[in-house]
């Protein structure tokens, strides 16, 4: 059962720290005039396309206490990243940016601007007018980025196996246990986890499906 | 003089570049009308003056306050300009009911101001705007006319100096156009705010404005009453009116037209030749040439 808790408790993590990182992102690329802005979706959309492996191997380097920020991370803080949770959670959190990035992004540039403009005119602040008027109308484009994000991390293999490894508790998730199994001949046990995985995805993206039955209802 | 507008923008029209370039002063409490066909720049002079499109250069200012300055850097937030804007389509919030659409457009809360007074305000507003039983509804349950009414109630609550209506007519079909137009009045008579409204439609710019801006292709052509500006002094006649045609009616060998001008519902008599090139819509000039008037002592 413990990589089954390890993995929830993983993505319930990411998926919280996405949300918050995610309005923001989101609402920078689809409003800011920056020219750099292209460049910020590019590397918030490269997951999509790079083998996992290619993000895992970076972060392994970057975060390795031989080079520079991985030395400076656990002689100075005390914190090692590779080989443990916290790993574990920034390379699921860089890897299921797209995830909850697009969708929101997406809802964001298709709220007409009248209503926005309407809000600034009324004397609201930006932020007021992202809170009051602008969340709570993008609902459908908040559940998508958030079940998106989460049953991403669930389903993660490559990037948690490269920086997190294969640590009983700490970093052994149960996409990395039934690889795990079946490396040590124990079908029953993996097909064990691949059925509960399967069943736990299968009804989080059904729930998901049938409240989004409705289309997007902007008006 | 309370608004003084010189500004220069570069518009992108389908008939290529073009230049915004107008120099305008409104005083307080006027109500003027822009008028032009689209793509004139009426809309874009009214997001510039609300601060929600940028000119190149140029300077605006309100009641002595300096909105914009392009030499001096000056350029007032949007919130800080506090125009009453009132968008051609619905901005209604639509996850917010009627009334708290419009509480939401109650500025901050000032210091003596109870949370009762504000209500206040908003309860009255209701009644004169005949919103009376839609307060708990949401946007997209109530008409279009409905809509724009609670979108110009909106704007009035948040206090603004001016109220800049931006074709706010233009989607509604002609009863709701015609009780919009009464209550547009009703609300400028009640306030005598200053308020800026953009049409294409002659014969609302007669019923509701005594100054019009013309504006063509950036520039504007001609200003005045709209009399001034609009009625053809070559036709002689001494009774005029402008209007527009709410239905056609065939009656054996006339055609009666039922047209609405100023506030009033009339129906005059037509040839079919003089019909020719009229439809439900068409902006009209009724005007009587040989025309003996009888005068009866009012009672």
């Known amino acids: 059962m413990q990589p089954l808790i390890l993995t929830f408790q993983l993505a319930l993590v990411v998926t919280a720290i996405l949300f918050v990182l995610g309005v923001p992102l989101a609402y920078w690329i689809a409003f800011s005039r920056n020219r750099f802005k292209y460049v910020v979706e590019t590397l918030v959309s490269m ?63 298709n ?60 970093t052994r998730l149960a ?16 097909g064990l986890y691949a059925l509960i995985l399967v069943a736990i995805s299968f009804s989080i993206l059904l729930i998901f499906y049938y409240l989004n039955r409705k289309p997007l209802k902007i008006f | 003089m309370m608004i003084k507008i010189r500004i220069k923008r570069e518009m992108h029209t389908p008939l290529g570049k073009e230049w915004l370039d107008l120099d305008l ?24 003056l609300a601060g929600l499109t940028q000119p190149q250069e140029g300077f605006i200012e309100v009641d002595g306050e300096i909105w ?30 009627v009334r ?30 005949g919103l ?17 009414r609670v979108a110009l109630v909106r704007a009035l609550i948040s206090r603004p100096k001016i109220l800049l209506l931006d074709e706010p007519l233009s989607d509604l079909d002609i009863r709701s156009r015609l009780d919009l137009q009464d209550e547009i009045i009703k609300v400028y008579q009640k306030t005598k705010i200053t308020t800026i409204l953009v049409s294409h439609d002659l014969s609302e710019v007669f019923k509701l404005s005594k100054k019009i801006f013309v504006i063509d292709r950036g520039k504007i052509t001609k200003s005045g009453s709209p009399q001034e500006v609009f009625v053809n002094n070559d036709l002689s006649g001494k009774f005029k009116f402008t209007g527009e045609i709410i239905e056609i009616h065939k009656d054996g060998v006339i055609n009666i037209l039922t047209l609405s001008i100023g506030n009033n519902v009339t129906r005059v008599v037509a040839s079919d030749e003089e019909i020719a090139d009229l439809t439900i819509g068409s902006k ?8 003996n008037p009888l005068i009866l002592k009012a009672r």
């Open chain 1, 47 to 109: 997951p999509l396309v790079l083998p996992p492996t290619v993000i895992g191997f970076y972060l392994l380097i970057v975060f390795s206490p031989q080079y520079f920020l991985g030395h400076f991370l656990q002689s100075f803080l005390g914190l090692r990243v590779v080989f443990s949770f916290t790993g574990l959670v920034i390379g699921s959190v860089l890897f299921s940016l797209p995830f909850m990035v697009n969708p929101i992004k997406a809802g964001l540039q």
């Open chain 1, 111 to 170: 709220f007409p601007s009248a209503l926005r403009e309407a809000s600034y005119c009324l004397g609201k602040s930006t932020w007021e007018t992202l809170r009051r008027v602008i969340l709570p109308n993008i609902k459908p484009a908040l559940l998508t980025g958030i079940v998106m994000a989460f049953a991403h991390t669930i389903g993660e293999f490559g990037v948690v196996l490269m920086i997190g490894g294969n640590i009983p508790g700490e």
């Open chain 1, 175 to 190: 996409s990395i246990a039934i690889y795990n199994e079946v490396e040590a001949l124990n079908y029953d046990t993996a």
């Open chain 2, 25 to 48: 002063n409104i005083a307080k409490g006027e109500f003027v009308t822009l008028y032009g066909e689209s793509g004139a720049g009426k809309t874009t002079f009214l997001r510039i």
């Open chain 2, 68 to 97: 914009f300055d392009s030499r001096k850097r000056i350029n007032l937030p949007i919130q800080q300009r506090k125009t009453g804007f009132v968008f051609q389509e619905n901005s209604l919030f639509p996850h917010m009911t």
């Open chain 2, 100 to 129: 708290e659409n419009l509480e939401y457009a109650l500025p901050r809360r000032q210091a003596g101001c109870s949370d009762k007074q504000e209500h206040g305000i908003i309860e009255e507003w209701i009644v004169t705007m």
């Open chain 2, 132 to 148: 009376k039983g839609l307060e708990d509804q949401k946007p997209d349950k109530i008409s279009g006319g409905q809509k724009q």
């Open chain 2, 284 to 291: 009209v000039i009724v005007a009587a040439k040989a025309f």
